[in-house]
């Protein structure tokens, strides 16, 4: 049995012996245990010293550790380790202290350090790699209990060449191993803190105002106040990339404090989500101090009402991608307003379950000149009815992207008004679970800009017919992906189609499709050279004879059944 105080001359002196780690190493790499309800997966890759490890589940054990600790020698050395799931298996602990001993003695040249759900790693292991790797670059911890400060005290201090951290879910952690990472840890540029209710405002304030090479930060689900978004925007640094999430105890007013005129001037990407107090007022503070934001998301946050968000379109003219998702106090209205001041920057703009986007009264808003939107992504708002569309439609004539996914009460005559005046250009359309819309619409759209698509996802559209997919025939000859499933298609319609335009075709989904029979896959498989994915699921119409002889035909195609 191995223990945790075996030095590396032990392991060497059973090296030598028969059936030495060595041997169990290379059983590692080839077998497999049908007994095992939880199977373990080995990456090899890369040369010169790149090893790269996986182990989950059951098979992540010390005895595999040191197997892989001794047998990478001769390969170059371990240069990646991850560990998915080391929980406990039956009475045995699966993954313990002993096993990153073995790592830390053997493996000098590891440089990424990933421990997910190990629960019986403590301080012992981490310091072990820490005091035998020292040019550690990455570590990812997750759901670690028993790590604590000490361990992180001891990474940081011998591991000068960290970049990227991650803690999330570890309790025992604290202030004191951030002190230690912010006095240490002078090359760091992403850390990421989640879910650590040790972690306080003092820890926070030092790693922002001693890290100056900081670049991403994510702090979520912490017991921070308004002092450590205060650091954060006084923060003079190359910080570009910030995320805050589940912040309940920072008030408004907190959030204000964010807004210091001497930092975040290097702000590119900001993520607000599920914080409660973060305000109109909050939105446009950030607007005012943030002005050269390119990437901003807003996720269920309730305070927040059309007036912010139009303020804030106003104030950030170098926008370039809006999202906002479960933010209940946007309306149409507002979506409109927004769109009509936006910056001439902005290519992206999705809005997702705002369940206060609904109909609005016939407006004539000013059209801004000059735009570069692409992309208009608006899902699963189910009150938003044909004008709205039609609305946006005219002022995003240059979108070669849309989703509308989930809007069960547009009809034909809002997506035509939509695509009035532009269209002639569209990439992708998305069109999920639109119930209303029939081949009337679908065939002028195709017709008019179907030249150019590559993506049509129809599924759910259930007047669609045989109809619609000769349009596609005649009119999308570099078309990619297709999904018709739950649409009212028969063989005729999809051997039709298929014969003129499946030579481009890479996904095929037809669930749901009752009206299409084993036919049709012989039409499939002689005309769908580079199809690699094939869905048929509760295609009642196609026997499991048929869907498994198309399987053994066309390899390379993922098909399911």
Same mark, same amino acid.
């Given at each position: ?94 993954? *313990? +202290?002993? /096993? @990153?001993?073995? =790592? &830390?003695?053997? %493996?000098?040249? !590891?440089?990424?350090?990933? $421990?997910?759900?190990? #629960?019986?790693? *403590? +301080?012992? /292991? @981490?310091?072990? =790699? &820490?005091?035998? %790797?020292?040019? !550690?670059?990455?570590?990812? $911890?997750?759901?670690? #209990?028993?790590?604590? +400060?000490? /361990? @992180?005290?001891? =990474?940081?201090?011998? %591991?000068?060449? !960290?970049?990227?951290?991650? $803690? ?6 604290? +202030?004191?191993? @951030? ?5 240490? %840890?002078?090359? !760091?540029?992403?850390?990421? $803190? ?368």
């Amino acid at each position: 049995m191995l223990q945790s105080h075996m030095s590396r001359g032990d392991f060497l002196e059973s090296d030598t012996s028969k059936g030495g780690p060595q041997s169990q190493d290379r059983k590692f790499k080839g077998e497999t245990d049908s007994n095992e309800d939880v199977e373990s997966e080995v990456h090899l890759e890369g040369y010169d010293g790149d090893l790269s490890r996986c182990l989950s589940g059951r098979k992540a054990s010390d005895v595999r550790l040191a197997a892989i600790a001794l047998g990478t020698q001769s390969c170059g050395g371990l240069g990646k380790l991850s560990i998915r799931d080391g929980s406990a298996t039956g009475f045995k602990l699966s993954l *313990t +202290d002993v /096993g @990153l001993s073995a =790592i &830390g003695s053997w %493996c000098s040249g !590891l440089r990424v350090l990933s $421990l997910w759900n190990c #629960p019986y790693i *403590t +301080d012992q /292991g @981490l310091a072990s =790699i &820490g005091n035998g %790797c020292h040019i !550690l670059e990455k570590v990812d $911890l997750y759901k670690c #209990p028993l790590v604590g +400060d000490s /361990g @992180l005290q001891v =990474i940081a201090k011998r %591991c000068p060449r !960290l970049s990227y951290l991650n $803690l999330d879910e570890c309790e025992k952690i604290s +202030d004191v191993a @951030l002190v230690a990472v912010a006095e240490h %840890c002078a090359n !760091l540029t992403i850390l990421t $803190l989640q879910n650590c209710p040790q972690v306080s405002d003092y820890g926070i304030t030092k790693v922002v105002c001693n890290l100056k090479m900081l670049k991403k930060l994510k702090l979520s689900g912490l017991r921070l106040t308004g002092r450590s978004l205060e650091s954060i925007g006084a923060q003079e640094g190359d910080l570009s990339w910030l995320t805050l999430q589940n912040l309940d105890q920072v008030g408004p007013d907190g959030f204000v404090c964010i807004t210091h005129p001497r930092g975040l001037h290097k702000l590119k990407h900001l993520h607000i989500a599920d914080c409660r107090n973060f305000t109109d007022f909050s939105l446009s503070m950030v607007a005012k101090c943030c002005g050269n934001l390119k990437h901003f998301s807003l996720h269920k946050c309730d305070l927040v009402s059309d007036k912010g968000l139009i303020l804030f379109m106003k104030s950030v003219p170098s926008l370039q991608v809006l999202h906002l998702e479960k933010c209940n106090m946007i309306s149409g209205t507002g979506i409109v307003s927004a769109l009509s001041v936006r910056g001439k920057e902005l290519r992206e703009f999705q809005i997702k379950k705002c369940a206060g986007v609904h109909e609005v009264q016939a407006i004539c808003p000013p059209i801004p000149d000059g735009s570069a939107l692409q992309s208009i992504c608006i899902t699963d708002c189910p009150d938003v009815g044909d004008l709205l569309v039609a609305l946006v439609g005219l002022l995003c004539k240059e979108a070669v992207s849309i989703d509308f996914s989930g809007l069960q009460n547009i009809t034909d005559d809002g997506l035509l008004a939509f695509l009035c005046g532009g269209g002639s250009k569209l990439t992708s359309l998305k069109l999920s679970g639109c119930c209303k819309i029939s081949d009337r619409a679908l065939c002028v759209i195709v017709q008019e800009g179907g030249q150019t698509i590559r993506n049509l996802a129809l599924d759910g559209c259930k007047n669609l017919s045989d109809k619609s997919l000769k349009a596609i025939s005649s009119n999308c000859p570099f078309l990619e992906d297709l999904d018709i499933s739950d649409c009212a298609i028969t063989n005729a319609g999809l051997e039709d189609w298929v014969s003129s335009n499946g030579k481009m075709l890479s996904s095929l989904n037809l669930s749901g499709c009752v009206g299409v029979t084993d036919r049709s896959l012989s039409s499939i498989l002689k005309n769908c050279d580079h199809l690699q994915d094939l869905n048929l699921k509760n295609c009642k119409g196609i026997s499991e004879r048929a869907a498994s002889a198309f399987q053994s035909r066309k390899l390379n195609c993922m098909v399911l059944y």
